[in-house]
């Protein structure tokens, strides 16, 4: 049996994509796709979480 990761990671608050990228480059090594919500108030909807799926 094999899942797949989708890890939701923190939205970006600023024009400056670093901190998004930085999220990516390193968790690309665990997870297969990843959700950007888009909330900029800093209060998310739900608690930043990894979600295993089977594809």
């Given amino acids: 049996m094999t899942f797949e990761l989708i890890c939701e990671i923190e939205p970006p608050t600023k024009p400056d994509l670093k901190h998004v990228r930085h999220q990516i480059g390193t968790l690309s090594k665990i997870a297969h796709s990843f959700l950007i919500p888009d ?4 209060t998310p909807a739900t608690p930043p979480k990894i979600t295993p799926r089977r594809p």
């Fill in 39 to 42: 909330n900029h108030t800093l």
